[in-house]
């Protein structure tokens, strides 16, 4: 463990935290690269996709998410029984040869299990990663590391996002299998990456003492519920975004260009942002930077919604661009919080929960949108968006009410 004394940690304590870093970037990093051309991909045409072709693509894509849900707490459960490697180079090696078969096919069926077997993947990579960062990182430093994994973990959607929409402007429908097989080779080069940095390194290894009865117990208690239900409304709003802004946008006319520069930009300052806001929570608490979080991303589904309705305006931009900003204080605050309500045997199953709350959500997210956007047009987003802010209201005001049972008031560290 890091010294608590404000002393540098030493490179046998960064090197597993390192480890996890360039893992979580290069499994999102080939996600979003694939999920930005993934409707296209399944339908056989980039432009001009109609209420039956949204279906089937949110049906497919909606695989990942159910698979992830299903199985995740079974993985963070062998990640605190067996150990965390194991789990986490499994579930990277598994990831590359998914995203290498569907670079094969364009089969609505086979994609479809592609993309299961894909979520089970990605649950397992997620529930050992955080756990390692919990293991690594102790109280008063906890919020900043996460605040780095947050940003690698966003960085490598947002850039492999941003560099999808790049292409599939760029390349033709037929070519769009290459997409796939560049995100094989960022995950074969992550697993080879961290298979190299954890070398002789010390991590948690599991126990012959592991209690599945237990670990559940604390695993769903309400002070952890209530740190992670938020995720499940917020990942609402994100999923249904990443599938479907790419089509959307070039249907309005804005180029993926354009628009893949500007993911590409956002995502760049997330490395700063992050790291940044979970060094807030450590000094402020975890709670301050939670609800600053939750009003930015109500605030940003307004500024949505009245670009919709009215079209570009520049202080609307503005609001939207602060409020993005902002909502971007919740990730490292909540991972913060979560880990520090967990013990080291339970650590894993309990991070897992994060990685069911955002795959339920994308799931739940992408069912709701579509049928409402399919059944009332502009004003299924306008419910759409209430459904997610008030839920998101909602679930903030219940932890706050419950604060002295679910994080202390103080900081986590003093004030400098």
């Known amino acids: 463990m890091p010294s608590s004394t404000g002393e540098p940690p030493s490179t046998e304590f960064r090197r597993p935290i390192s480890a996890v870093l360039i893992a979580t970037f290069f499994v999102r990093f080939g996600f979003g690269l694939t999920l930005a051309v993934f409707a296209s991909y399944i339908v056989g045409r980039s432009t001009g996709l109609g209420g039956s072709d949204v279906g089937v693509a949110g049906l497919v894509s909606a695989m990942a998410p159910v698979g992830e849900f299903s199985t ?10 067996y150990g965390r490697w194991p789990v986490l180079l499994t579930g990277m ?4 040869i998914l995203f290498a078969l569907a670079a094969t096919t364009r089969n609505r069926l086979d994609l479809g299990a592609i993309n299961l ?10 529930a050992s990663s955080l756990a390692v960062v919990g293991d690594r990182a102790d109280a008063s430093h906890r919020g900043y590391e996460m605040g780095r994994f947050d940003a690698m973990n966003l960085f490598g959607w947002v850039g492999g996002f941003a560099l999808g ?11 769009l299998d290459l997409v796939f097989v560049g995100g094989a080779v960022a995950l074969a080069g992550g697993l080879g990456v961290t298979l190299v940095l954890i070398r002789g390194a010390a991590t948690y290894r599991g126990t012959t003492a592991f209690d599945l009865e237990s670990v559940l117990g604390n695993v769903f208690r309400r002070s952890v519920l209530l740190v992670t239900l938020p995720w499940l409304v917020i990942y609402m709003l994100i999923g249904t975004a990443l599938v479907f802004l790419g089509t959307a946008a070039e249907g309005i006319g804005i180029s993926t260009t354009y628009l893949a520069i500007a993911i590409g930009g956002g995502g760049a300052l ?3 942002t992050q790291p940044y806001y979970g060094g807030l929570a450590d000094r402020f608490g975890r709670n301050r930077l939670m609800t600053v979080g939750a009003a930015g991303f109500v605030g940003a589904m307004l500024c949505a919604s009245l670009l919709l309705a ?3 305006n520049l202080l609307v931009l503005g609001g939207l661009g602060v409020s993005i900003l902002l909502a ?7 991972l913060a919080a979560l ?5 080291l045997m339970s650590r894993a199953t309990t991070m897992a929960i994060y990685s069911l709350t955002i795959s339920l959500g994308m799931l739940v997210g992408l069912i709701a949108s579509t049928y409402l956007y399919a059944h009332f047009g502009d004003v299924g987003i306008y419910i759409f968006f209430t459904f997610v802010s008030v839920g998101l209201v909602l679930l903030t005001v219940a932890r706050l009410r419950d604060r002295p049972q679910v994080l202390p008031g103080t900081p986590t560290t003093p004030a400098r």
């Open 310 to 312: 009215y079209g570009t």
């Open 93 to 96: 090696a598994g990831a590359a």
């Open 117 to 126: 077997f894909f979520g089970f993947a990605s649950g397992a990579i997620l």
């Open 72 to 81: 995740v707490l079974v993985s963070g459960a062998l990640a605190d029984r």
């Open 165 to 175: 929409f790049g292409l599939l402007g760029a390349l033709p429908n037929d070519r």
């Open 328 to 334: 971007l204080a919740y990730g490292p605050a909540a």
């Open 339 to 343: 880990a520090d309500l967990t013990l």
């Open 270 to 272: 997330l490395v700063v």
